[in-house]
């Protein structure tokens, strides 16, 4: 049976701390690949100013290019209105039907994903991993980990390092003119130059 990673995100843009997470948690897990969904419209964030998915899904590409354990996939982009993951897992689920699914989220989405939308499918057919920043964090995520087992999840808390990266340092850098070339691939650095990405000051979340 194959393991299919499934990471989904904004990715405005994609940076080197996704890879790196998603490379460490594949190691982990031993997972065969890692699906990069690009959202189309983040149900959590649609009402911010968020750049045109044609380019986030080519620097999702551009970084992935090479990388035989990733897959880009526009599932989300290619669907209408708002991205929910239990549409996308379920889509997946039909494509791999022999597979075994685990979901790779961010900590904040770990402590809030029993809120999610009809999270009794998701639970039904992946399980759902996250990493911890800090101790402190890890505490806050074993917790909810044991409230997720009680409703029926199976979850996993990997043990990896974390580089500290944000899409919002990267369009912030860029705004005011400083280098990325540490936090972004050369393909999507180049990319992004080209096509004069995140030159005018536009939303400020997290990606």
């Known amino acids: 049976m194959k393991k299919i990673g499934i990471f989904g995100g904004t990715f405005d843009p994609i940076h080197n701390g996704h890879l790196n997470l998603a490379d460490k948690v594949s190691e982990v897990l031993n997972l065969d690949k890692v699906l990069i969904i690009p959202a189309s419209v983040p149900p959590h964030k649609r009402w911010l100013q968020i750049t045109d998915s044609r380019h986030r899904y080519e620097m999702c590409r551009l970084a992935c290019w090479g990388n035989k354990l990733y897959e880009v996939s526009d ?15 379920g889509e997946i689920s039909e494509i791999y039907k022999k597979s075994k699914l685990y979901i790779l989220m961010g900590s904040d989405s770990f402590l809030s994903v029993s809120k999610w939308y009809r999270f009794d499918e998701i639970i039904k057919l992946a399980t759902i991993c996250t990493v911890a920043r ?17 409703m029926g999840a199976d979850t996993v808390i990997c043990d990896v390092p974390i580089v500290p990266i ?3 340092t990267i369009r912030n850098n860029i705004r005011n003119g400083y280098s990325i070339d540490d936090m972004v691939s050369e393909k999507v650095a180049d990319y992004i130059k080209r096509n004069c990405l995140y030159k005018q000051k536009g939303s400020d979340f997290n990606g």
């Open 134 to 150: 800090n101790e402190e964090e890890l505490l806050k995520l074993n917790d909810a980990q044991k409230f997720l087992h009680e």
């Open 166 to 168: 944000s899409s919002t």
């Open 75 to 89: 599932i989300e982009i290619k669907r209408e209105g708002s991205s929910y993951t239990a549409q996308t897992i």
